[in-house]
């Protein structure tokens, strides 16, 4: 796999998520590397589906898009996950050549993901072929 077939794959997905949230971004790590020429491990997606959505609504919503393998929340997510305030789930998503996460917030992705990654160089997103920098990632 390389750069490019990473590229189609987040494309691919956010295509699918725009149907729930049109202003669904892939950040962190993938666009950091791919600003580095590198290829990512993993595609970590976010989206906000509302505030008043219970879980299991959430997990139908997410569900009819994709192949979800496992659903994290709370205490079973992952301590640097935890460390966003507004991160309420992560969905493991099955079906593509590398893994793919989903990253559902409390609140508006603009409002409550790049600027809580705790490391500056993770500041950044991609959406249709166009990769940005937060002003501290450089």
Known sequence: MNVEQQKEIAQVVIQRLEIIDPFCILAGGAPRDWFFGKLATDLDFF?????????RIVEKQVGALFNVSEVKSGEKMPINYRLNPHLMHVFQIGGFEMPVQIMVM???????????????ICKAWWKHGVLRTHWDFL
């Open 47 to 55: 989206v906000y589906l509302g505030s008043n959505h219970s879980k």
């Open 106 to 120: 409390k609140e508006p992705t603009f409002h409550s993901v790049v600027d809580y990654f705790p490391l500056s």
